[in-house]
């Protein structure tokens, strides 16, 4: 059976996932970079962007994993674009330029569904309206057997740890304070009891958590 | 200048530091032990209790340098027992027992204050009815130069931090999700930015993380 699967979801210490506030210029809020700063300094992340260099330690040694063997990524519609409500027009195609870094089928969470959008180096993007169950039947559909990755926001990652759909969770607690935003760990109290739980630090200062099924 | 000190400070990753529905018999409500495990295999527990054994490892590393040079310690009334509002009488003594291990003067945050107890070994408690400061002032002054520790529970941690008030702060993050009870981070945005922060993580699973003065 393919694997569900979240990697790299940063919070911070009082368990915001992004902070509040989003739009075109900011797309994680009032939080800015500081969620991700760990990962922008990691090879993985920069090679990601089509770079060179960056850091080759625990923290890429753990962001790492990110695209191995994933087939089809779930993401919710925060993740996609800052708009809400209906789209005005189909024009955005996301954060990522013409090459988004999926290199897969993408289900995008939203209440007002819009045509496929097919990007360079075989993104496509699927635009669903549907609960967490059916969602992932579509994409466990589309990634031939391969594992399925939750890409975020906190909400849908929320929601599919309520739902009990998540196999790996990686989450990185950042020691900031963000004060507001979205939250990660809302409605989830004993998560631990379904999960065997392991941490690290980083020289970074961040810790790495993963759940994985006992 | 005497330091004001909190040392292991137990948090959920959802970030609270004590459970819902405090009574006799639940000194932390629904959490039960679950936050405090870790400290209570250490062998700095173990002599708090006047026994034997215990692990001698990174958790208690972290957790021994609780009574070093401390004068005087600050508690909310939460954490000297389960009363609220004011006291049918005086027969409440603390959850301590005759000899509690404080060794210093306690001093109480109540808006119910009652004479002073003098237990055996040195604690003495005061119940004082004031501001963070005032307190502070008081417990530095009983203190002899020596630091002042704030002993919890969270609502006075986090009134004391948001008045800027703490030099050294140890938090341990337990990995699990409590999901209601009494919040520690609540109305700290920013926090991080007064403080250097290091973590590091043991083998029971904890992290610990210390805010010093940069």
Redesign the interface.
Known sequence: MSLVRVHNFSVS???YGTGEGQRLEEPFGHAGHRLHEWFFATRTFRRMQGEEGGETGVDDAMARTWGEGIGAEIMGRNKFGPQRGPWEDHAWQGWWGAEPPFHTPVFVLTHHPRPDLEMAGGTTFHFLDAAPQEALRRARQAAGGLDVRLGGGPTMVREFLAADLVDHLHVV?V??????GEPL????????QRFR?????SPS???H?TFTRP
Chains 1, 2 share one sequence.
């Open positions: 210490l009082d368990g607690v020691p900031i304070l963000l004060g507001r760990w809302d409605g989830l109290e004993g998560l631990e739980i392991e941490s690290v630090t200062g961040v810790t958590l």
